[in-house]
């Protein structure tokens, strides 16, 4: 479509007010993206923040156990609340891919989560739950996958995820070539 023609065309539609509709959808597109990645970032924060009192939970319950020192009962494990309400399915997966060095299969997760206490009872289908979030921390980039079958999980240290994030940022700032009969505005 030649430009005169094209403009002519942008007009009929600014006049129907169809253009001013895209620019509405566009606009509500981009606050509901940006509100999203606000809102995944708070939940990031605050499961992190979770899982971090948790361990330091445990940690201390290890250690009052092995001073011998008596834990008043309101105290004793987050007051008697069951892990599922502590920790939540993506911290308790999290919490059972941590204490592993060795990758583990979903099922192999699911048995743990089951040995730690954790309650599947609530999910109709666990494993469809258990592959999700398992999905959904590894395009986090918190956990690695295997390439082949069966497929592992294994957790990645803070460190190295930050190791990786340096890498993927080193390669982003290398300098593209731009050829000589191009131009940048």
């Not at 959808?25 to 939940?43: P, S, T, V």
């Not at 940690?59 to 309101?74: D, K, M, S």
């Not at 979903?106 to 040995?115: A, C, K, S």
């Not at 956990?143 to 340096?166: C, D, F, H, L």
Request: proline share 4%; with cysteine.
């Amino acid at each position: 479509m030649s430009e005169p023609v094209m403009e002519q065309e942008n007009n009929k539609l600014r006049i129907s007010g169809q253009i001013h509709g895209q620019e509405v959808y566009i606009r509500a597109l981009e606050a509901a993206q940006k509100e999203l990645g606000a809102l995944l970032q708070d939940r990031q924060r605050i499961d992190d923040r979770i899982a971090n009192l948790q361990r330091t939970i445990d940690g201390l319950h290890a250690v009052c156990e092995e001073q011998a020192v008596q834990i008043p009962t309101h105290l004793q494990k987050a007051a008697g609340l069951p892990t599922e309400a502590i920790l939540g399915l993506t911290n308790a997966i999290r919490a059972v891919l941590s204490d592993h060095t060795t990758p583990m299969t979903p099922t192999e997760v699911r048995d743990g989560l089951i040995e730690r206490g954790f309650n599947l009872d609530k999910y109709s289908n666990a494993m469809v739950a258990i592959h999700n979030t398992l999905k959904r921390l590894y395009d986090q980039c918190q956990i690695a996958r295997s390439k082949g079958e069966p497929i592992r999980y294994m957790w990645v240290s803070e460190y190295t995820r930050a190791m990786n994030m340096q890498d993927k940022v080193i390669r982003a700032m290398i300098p593209t070539r731009i050829p000589k009969d191009f131009m940048m505005k």
